[in-house]
Structures are given as structure tokens and as C-alpha cells.
């Protein structure tokens, strides 16, 4: 089934094409998004169990941007009714648009042309096999109560097995003196949590599932339970590595983490304008293996990052960043790409309608390969197989990158020995580390369990992955 259209929307649609009018008399460029989501997390452990709307991701509000002729403004808002039109009108002639007149005299102020406006007419809407709506909170919870039961049942070690779920309605319009673009979308993912305890020691295995649709990923978790628990109780046996460079398998989730804080922050193009990633110098070089290409794109994949046009009215695109080792092109807004003279790629992107556009990654990953992960392990005289990433962070500026990975599976004469080590602190140099990439499995797989910020802040979701590969990277 698709995702309906929203109500609220449907019913305001006529007074923003109103104001959008009035606007267009006035400016030589303006558009309103206007947006609708709804988010709800359930959440069962042995604490309890609490189901809550996310306030993050529940908001209701609009977006008007305009151009002068010389530069853009935006005015957001959440409310419209027919008596707010005249001061709207008035709060971005009389407020907004004079304050390029007030920048210090220290300030160059650019200028900018009129974003292109192609007439366009586009409804979409994703697809889902269980509404989680009609599903019902009382059979979420009962599903989830189940997994953590079962889970806690595991094993007398393991002293919690939380699991969740989160999923997120999104009504979009974007209106324009040419484009009257419509999408709906739903996307669920949950996690599950598990810890064990030996004596006064506690480790903990997390595991992040992710779908574009809605209560069907359930039924993906409820397999998963004595897994992660499984794994939680191997960590209670664990030891610090020997810092040093190793020969790595890495699974798809540690792949996506690196394809992530590699090579995502660092070819947003919006950095490009600043100054502030290296990636700009090195375009048309190669920066990694051959057998490297990396995608990043709304449309690139089906995942819970996925749209069908971003919030400046970009359609989604499927962008080549890397080809083949050599880097091709960055993402980029609507405004970051009219600065440096290309053309956008559809990764203009809002935390909410009260926050400004930013370039930012949506499914980003890596090509797959013509390997096998059993010739990857046998390929290895001694190294690791790295599993379970947690977080990470690059540098754009000077190509650093830090990850944490939750296990490391030690390799000797191309056998797994059973052994693991963690906590595991990978580190490098990005072009060294993606220049010594020598295999890549056939298969890849992507997850947008988590959300990504901009300097600690305006989170969205993304998801990255790849398929599984082996490098020589630094651990610690």
C-alpha cells in the first residue's frame, strides 16, 4: 500500500498557492515549502515500558524563500489562516529582505542568480506492507515486550534486552510559480539493546534495523534477539588490541560507517564554499582503490533516507561521487551549487521547517565487488573482521577519521579464531585507507538506523552500508 496524502495539507493548499501569488508580484523568485510529519518511539525493557510522540520529529510549519534580485531570505512559520496573509507580507518586506542593508562593513555580501524554476508537477508516495497506525500501539508493544522477554531469557548473563521502534510520517509540498510538488513517506526503524554482566563488568551489543515502510520490520527483529544477545556475552571475554595496522574484513554496517565519516561530510558541497574540506583540490584524482565507487542519493537506494524531492525542490538524484577511485563530483544544495557554478544534486535538507538548508548525505554507499567474504577471511595471515559500529567523525578539513567499532574478530592463517577484542578505535588517513581497499564482496547492504548532524546539530536521517571489504587499517 502507498502513503496517503495529509489532510492538514490538502486543506491549507489553496491558501498557500494564495500567498504564494501575492509573492511572486512582488519577488522575481519565491517558494513555500510546507511540511507535516508525525513520529512515535516505543520503547520495552525490564524498567518498562514508555511510548511517547518524538518531538523532534513531529512538526507542522512552512518555509517561505525569496529573491531580490541580488540575494534569498526565508521566513518560516506554523500557523495560516486567511487573516495572516497581509502580515506575512509585510513581516518579509519590511523585516526580512533590509537586512542585507545593516551587514557590517567588513562583510562582502554575495549575489546570487534566480534559482531555476522548470515547470514541474510530481505526487509520490512510498510504499508499505503494515501501517503502523492501524497496526495499533497495543500490538507494538506486545511485539516488542516479546522480543525483550525473549531476549532476557537468553541467558542468565544478560542483564537487560531493551528493543524499540520509531517510525515517522512525512507530508511534503513544495510550491513554486512553476512547481507543485507533493511526497509522502514512511520509515521505521527499531533497535535492540542487549546487556550482559560478569561480576562487576557489563558489556552491551546494539544492533539497528531499518525499513521504507512501516510494523513489518518487527518481524526482522524478533529473529535478532538471541543474536545480539549472543554477541553481548562474547564481548564479557574480550581484551584490548594491540594498537597497530592490520589487515581488516569489514561488514557492511562498519563499511557504511566509513564510506559515512570518509568520504560523506567531506564532499558536502556547502563546505566547498567555505574552505573547509580538502575533497574540493581533488576532484578528477583518484582518491581511493579502482575497485571503489561510492553513490549518495535520495534515489540511490530504497531506505529510510529516501525522498523524492529535497526541501528546495530538487528532484532526488543518484550522485557518482566516487568512480573507479577517482573522484567525480560533491553533493550539493540549491545555493552551495549556484555559488560554485554546478548544478544541484537534490541534497538540500532541513531538520525542520524552523531550521535553514544545509548540504546533507542521504543513502550513501559503496558499489559492491566480485568477492566472496570466505576468500576475504582465507586472503588474511592475521588480522581482524570488524563488526558492530557505534558512532564516528572525520575531518574534512585535513582527511582525518575516527570510529569506534564494538568488535574486532581476530583472523590467523585465514581462520577466525573465535578470540574478540574491544573496545576498537579505527583511525587513519582517508585516501590511505580507501587507496588499500584490495577486495569487495558481490552483495551490499545498507541501514538508516541513526541520524547524522552538522557540527553536533540539524539531525536528519541517513543511511549508508556497502558491501563487505577488506582494507589495511589502523586500530587502537
Given at each position: 500500500?502507498?502513503?496517503?496524502?495529509s489532510?492538514f495539507?490538502?486543506?491549507?493548499?489553496p491558501?498557500?498557492?494564495?500567498?504564494l501569488d501575492?509573492?511572486c508580484?512582488?519577488y522575481?523568485?519565491?517558494?513555500?515549502?510546507?511540511?507535516?510529519?508525525?513520529?512515535?518511539i516505543?520503547?520495552?525493557?525490564?524498567?518498562?515500558?514508555a511510548?511517547?510522540?518524538d518531538?523532534l520529529l513531529?512538526?507542522?510549519?512552512?518555509?517561505?524563500?525569496?529573491y531580490?534580485g541580488?540575494?534569498?531570505?526565508?521566513?518560516?512559520?506554523?500557523?495560516?489562516e486567511e487573516?495572516?496573509l497581509d502580515?506575512i507580507l509585510?513581516k518579509?518586506?519590511?523585516?526580512?529582505?533590509p537586512?542585507?542593508?545593516?551587514?557590517p562593513?567588513?562583510?562582502?555580501?554575495?549575489?546570487?542568480?534566480s534559482i531555476p524554476?522548470?515547470?514541474?508537477?510530481?505526487?509520490?508516495?512510498?510504499?508499505?506492507?503494515?501501517d503502523?497506525?492501524s497496526?495499533?500501539?497495543?500490538?507494538?508493544?506486545?511485539?516488542l515486550?516479546?522480543?525483550?522477554?525473549?531476549?532476557?531469557?537468553y541467558?542468565e548473563?544478560?542483564?537487560d534486552?531493551?528493543?524499540s521502534i520509531n517510525?515517522?510520517y512525512?507530508?511534503?509540498l513544495f510550491?513554486s510559480?512553476?512547481?507543485?510538488l507533493?511526497?509522502?513517506?514512511l520509515?521505521?526503524?527499531?533497535s535492540?539493546?542487549?546487556?550482559?554482566?560478569?561480576?562487576?563488568?557489563?558489556?552491551?551489543?546494539?544492533?539497528?534495523?531499518?525499513?521504507?515502510?512501516g510494523?513489518e520490520l518487527?518481524?526482522?527483529?524478533t529473529d535478532c534477539a538471541?543474536l545480539?544477545?549472543k554477541?553481548?556475552?562474547?564481548?564479557?571475554?574480550?581484551?584490548?588490541i594491540?594498537?597497530?595496522?592490520y589487515?581488516?574484513?569489514?561488514?557492511?554496517?562498519?563499511?557504511?560507517?566509513?564510506?559515512?565519516?570518509?568520504?560523506?561530510?567531506?564532499?558536502e558541497?556547502?563546505?566547498?564554499?567555505?574552505?573547509?574540506?580538502l575533497a574540493?583540490?581533488y576532484i578528477?584524482?583518484?582518491?581511493?582503490?579502482?575497485?571503489?565507487?561510492?553513490?549518495?542519493g535520495?534515489?540511490?537506494?530504497k531506505?529510510a533516507?529516501?525522498?523524492?524531492?529535497?526541501?528546495?525542490g530538487?528532484?532526488?538524484?543518484?550522485?557518482?561521487i566516487?568512480?573507479?577511485?577517482i573522484?567525480?563530483q560533491?553533493?550539493?544544495?540549491?545555493?552551495?551549487?549556484?555559488?560554485l557554478?554546478?548544478?544541484?544534486?537534490?541534497?538540500?535538507?532541513?531538520?525542520?521547517?524552523?531550521?535553514?538548508?544545509y548540504?546533507r548525505?542521504?543513502?550513501?554507499?559503496?558499489?559492491?565487488g566480485?568477492d566472496?567474504?570466505?576468500?576475504?577471511i582465507?586472503?588474511i595471515?592475521?588480522?581482524?573482521?570488524l563488526?558492530?559500529?557505534?558512532?564516528?567523525?572525520?575531518?574534512p578539513?585535513?582527511?582525518?577519521?575516527?570510529c569506534?567499532?564494538?568488535?574486532?574478530?581476530?583472523?590467523?592463517?585465514?581462520?577466525?579464531?573465535?578470540k574478540?577484542?574491544?573496545p576498537?578505535?579505527?583511525?587513519?588517513?582517508v585516501?590511505?585507507l580507501l587507496?588499500?581497499?584490495?577486495?569487495?564482496?558481490?552483495?551490499?547492504?545498507?541501514?538508516?538506523?541513526?541520524?547524522?548532524?552538522?557540527?553536533?546539530k540539524e539531525w536528519?536521517?541517513?543511511?549508508?552500508?556497502?558491501?563487505?571489504?577488506?582494507?589495511?587499517?589502523?586500530?587502537?
Amino acid at each position: 500500500m502507498k502513503v496517503s496524502s495529509s489532510t492538514f495539507l490538502s486543506q491549507k493548499k489553496p491558501l498557500l498557492k494564495k500567498l504564494l501569488d501575492c509573492l511572486c508580484e512582488e519577488y522575481r523568485y519565491a517558494s513555500i515549502l510546507a511540511a507535516d510529519t508525525s513520529s512515535k518511539i516505543f520503547q520495552v525493557s525490564k524498567r518498562g515500558t514508555a511510548v511517547a510522540e518524538d518531538a523532534l520529529l513531529s512538526t507542522r510549519g512552512y518555509v517561505i524563500k525569496v529573491y531580490d534580485g541580488k540575494g534569498y531570505a526565508e521566513y518560516s512559520f506554523n500557523h495560516l489562516e486567511e487573516t495572516d496573509l497581509d502580515n506575512i507580507l509585510i513581516k518579509i518586506r519590511k523585516s526580512l529582505i533590509p537586512l542585507s542593508s545593516a551587514l557590517p562593513d567588513c562583510i562582502v555580501e554575495s549575489r546570487y542568480n534566480s534559482i531555476p524554476d522548470e515547470p514541474m508537477t510530481l505526487l509520490k508516495s512510498t510504499e508499505y506492507e503494515e501501517d503502523p497506525v492501524s497496526y495499533g500501539d497495543q500490538a507494538i508493544v506486545e511485539k516488542l515486550t516479546s522480543i525483550s522477554e525473549k531476549g532476557r531469557a537468553y541467558d542468565e548473563r544478560i542483564v537487560d534486552c531493551s528493543a524499540s521502534i520509531n517510525y515517522k510520517y512525512i507530508h511534503k509540498l513544495f510550491l513554486s510559480k512553476n512547481k507543485d510538488l507533493e511526497q509522502n513517506i514512511l520509515w521505521t526503524c527499531g533497535s535492540i539493546v542487549a546487556l550482559a554482566s560478569k561480576g562487576e563488568e557489563i558489556k552491551d551489543y546494539y544492533k539497528s534495523f531499518s525499513c521504507l515502510g512501516g510494523t513489518e520490520l518487527l518481524d526482522q527483529m524478533t529473529d535478532c534477539a538471541n543474536l545480539c544477545c549472543k554477541n553481548a556475552i562474547e564481548l564479557l571475554d574480550s581484551s584490548p588490541i594491540t594498537p597497530g595496522l592490520y589487515d581488516c574484513v569489514c561488514t557492511p554496517e562498519v563499511t557504511g560507517m566509513i564510506v559515512h565519516e570518509a568520504f560523506g561530510h567531506g564532499v558536502e558541497m556547502d563546505m566547498f564554499v567555505k574552505d573547509r574540506a580538502l575533497a574540493k583540490q581533488y576532484i578528477g584524482e583518484y582518491v581511493a582503490s579502482p575497485l571503489v565507487t561510492m553513490h549518495d542519493g535520495a534515489s540511490a537506494a530504497k531506505e529510510a533516507a529516501t525522498f523524492f524531492f529535497d526541501d528546495e525542490g530538487t528532484l532526488a538524484h543518484d550522485t557518482v561521487i566516487i568512480e573507479k577511485g577517482i573522484l567525480k563530483q560533491g553533493i550539493s544544495d540549491a545555493q552551495s551549487a549556484m555559488h560554485l557554478n554546478t548544478l544541484p544534486t537534490g541534497n538540500g535538507r532541513r531538520e525542520s521547517f524552523e531550521r535553514k538548508t544545509y548540504t546533507r548525505m542521504t543513502n550513501t554507499y559503496f558499489e559492491g565487488g566480485k568477492d566472496t567474504v570466505e576468500d576475504m577471511i582465507a586472503s588474511i595471515s592475521y588480522g581482524f573482521l570488524l563488526d558492530n559500529p557505534s558512532s564516528g567523525m572525520e575531518d574534512p578539513k585535513n582527511w582525518g577519521i575516527q570510529c569506534m567499532v564494538n568488535i574486532a574478530r581476530e583472523i590467523k592463517d585465514g581462520k577466525l579464531t573465535g578470540k574478540i577484542f574491544s573496545p576498537i578505535v579505527l583511525t587513519g588517513y582517508v585516501p590511505d585507507l580507501l587507496k588499500s581497499i584490495s577486495m569487495m564482496s558481490d552483495t551490499i547492504e545498507l541501514g538508516g538506523g541513526g541520524f547524522c548532524g552538522k557540527g553536533y546539530k540539524e539531525w536528519v536521517k541517513v543511511s549508508d552500508g556497502g558491501p563487505y571489504m577488506k582494507a589495511k587499517i589502523r586500530l587502537g
